[in-house]
C-alpha cells in the first residue's frame, strides 16, 4: 500500500481529460495536477524548449513525493518522454502509445489520419509507432496550430473552432481516412465538434481511457496501489492565473474545482537544478 | 428525396444530446428543436398533464411541415408516445426501448438499474420493456427529482450536482447493478459526473446514439431522407427565454447556436385545438 499521490501534467486543461479516466478507473488513489498555462501553448515551441519544461515539472512533481509520473501532453510526450524516464526515479507515462495501437486496430481501410500540434507532427513519432505496428499503413499527418489556443480562449465553442477543425479535417476526408488520431489531450475537450465534422463513419481515436488503464496496470504490477477502499483527493497546480484554470476546469470536465494552487518557473527551474 | 425538416422535442436542453448525435449520422439532414422551457422540469408532473403537453408540441411541429418526429425526452415518451404516433401523421420516435434493449444486452449479472424522473419511474415503462426482453433480470428503479432542475441551474457541475448524483447512485451500488440506464436525455449532459461516481465497472446506458440510428433507418426505409450531398440546417425554438437556451445549448453541446425562436404557449395549444 503506497499513500503517495500519482502526478499529471499538461501545458493547460487537455491533461483534464487524462485525469478524469484516472479518476473513473482508480477513485482510490489521490492525484496532483499541474498545468503550465505561463508557458502554453507547448504546440509551436521547438521540441528542446519543451524538453526543458517537461524536465523542470516532472523534477518538481518528484520534490511532491508523486509515486507516479503521467505526462498527459502529446507534444511533451513526443518532446520528452525517454529522458523523463532517464533522469526520474519514478515511472513515468505518456500518451502516444496507446492511442497508435488503437489506431491500427480500429482501421479497416488501413488510411490513419492525426490531428496535432506541430510539434507532436514535427517529432515524427506517431508515425513510427503506427508503421511499427503495421508497415503497410498510409499515414496523413496535420498539424493544427489554431485548435489549443482556440480551446483555451474565452469562446471555445463558436464558429471560429467549428471553421479551423472543418479546415484541418479536409485534407484527412480527402484522403479518405477512416480512422483519426486526436493527438492532443485539449482536442476531446471539444470532441461533439469533431463527432459532427467527420460524421459516424470516422473512428476517432483518443489516449485517455487507455492511458489511465496503463497507470492502473502499473501501480498493481509494482505493488504501489492505495487503499482501494479509501476515496482519493486531487489538488491543482498551475504556473498561470488560478482563477482562470479553475473556470476551464470545471467548465469542460465538470469538476467542483476547489483551491488551485499557484507554482511559480522558478519553482520549477529550482526543481530540475 | 423529401426536403423537409425532422421535429426534435423535449423539455429542456437534454433533448440535444439526441440532436448531436443525430446531427452526426446525418448531417444532410434539417432538424427543428424545441425545448419547452416554460414548463420544465416535466418529471415531477401527472403523467397525463405531460401527455397534453407532448400532443401540443407534436401537432405545433406538424404545422411547421416536420417529415418526423423524435421525442427526446424520457418522460414524455413514457407518458405519450403510443398516444401521439395514434394522432400525428408523420412517423414519431421516442426514447425508451433502445435503451432498455443495450441494458439487457450489456448486463452480466442480470442486475439492471434505472436513473429517471419521477414520472418516468411511476409509468413502470422501463421496467415492462426490460422484462420483456428479459424476464429474469432484477430491476433496480431510482426516481431522481433533483437533477433536471439542478443540470438546468446556474451551476450544473457544482458540489450539489455531484452530491445528489452520489446519493441516488446508492441504492444502485447497494443492489450490486452492473448496468444502469440512464433513463433522461438530461442526463448524459454530466456524463463525467456520473462515470466518476460508480467507476469503471458498471455499464452506463445513453440513448442518443441508438435513437439517432433509428431516425436513419427510419428515412431510409420509407424513402423520406434528404439529398445526402448538401449540408443540413437546424434552427431552435423555446417556449421560454432563448437567451437562456442559447448559453445552456452552447455550454453543454457546443453547438455555435445563432438565434433561438420564441413559441408562446397559446401557439402550441392553438395547434392541437
Redesign the interface.
Same mark, same amino acid.
Given at each position: 500500500m503506497d499513500p503517495r499521490p500519482i502526478g499529471v501534467f499538461d501545458s493547460g486543461v487537455g491533461g483534464l481529460t487524462v485525469l478524469?479516466e484516472c479518476? *473513473?478507473?482508480m477513485?482510490h488513489e489521490d492525484f496532483v495536477y499541474l498545468g503550465d498555462h505561463a508557458r502554453l501553448p507547448y504546440g509551436p515551441r521547438p521540441l528542446g524548449e519543451v524538453r526543458e519544461f517537461a524536465r523542470e515539472i516532472g523534477s518538481y512533481l518528484e520534490t511532491q513525493d508523486v509515486k507516479l509520473i503521467v505526462v498527459a501532453c502529446n507534444t511533451a510526450t513526443s518532446a520528452a518522454l525517454p529522458r523523463l524516464q532517464e533522469e526520474l526515479t519514478v515511472p513515468v507515462i505518456g500518451v502516444l502509445t496507446p492511442e497508435a495501437h488503437a489506431a491500427v486496430q480500429a482501421t479497416r481501410s488501413r488510411r490513419i489520419g492525426l490531428l496535432a500540434t506541430q510539434g507532436t507532427v514535427d517529432s515524427g513519432r506517431y508515425g513510427e509507432l503506427v508503421h511499427a505496428l503495421d508497415a503497410g499503413v498510409s499515414f496523413h499527418p496535420v498539424a493544427c496550430p489554431r485548435l489549443v489556443p482556440l480551446i483555451e480562449s474565452d469562446d $471555445?465553442?463558436?464558429?471560429a473552432?467549428?471553421r479551423a477543425v472543418r479546415e484541418y479535417a479536409e485534407p484527412l476526408k480527402a484522403a479518405g481516412v477512416d480512422t483519426v488520431i486526436l493527438g492532443c489531450t485539449h482536442y476531446p475537450l471539444?470532441r461533439? *465538434?469533431f463527432?459532427?465534422v467527420f460524421?459516424?463513419d470516422v473512428t476517432l481515436v483518443f489516449s485517455a481511457e487507455e492511458t489511465a488503464r496503463e497507470v492502473s496496470e502499473t501501480l498493481a504490477r509494482k505493488g504501489i496501489e492505495n487503499d482501494p477502499a479509501r476515496e482519493g483527493v486531487y489538488r491543482f497546480l498551475s504556473t498561470g492565473d488560478p482563477e482562470t484554470f479553475r473556470e476551464m476546469g470545471?467548465?469542460f470536465?465538470?469538476? $467542483?474545482i476547489g483551491k488551485v494552487g499557484h507554482v511559480t518557473l522558478a519553482q520549477l527551474e529550482a526543481a530540475a537544478a
Open positions: 478524469h479518476l *473513473v478507473t477513485p $471555445p465553442y463558436g464558429e473552432t467549428e471539444i461533439p *465538434v463527432q459532427r460524421g459516424r470545471r467548465r470536465l465538470q469538476f $467542483p
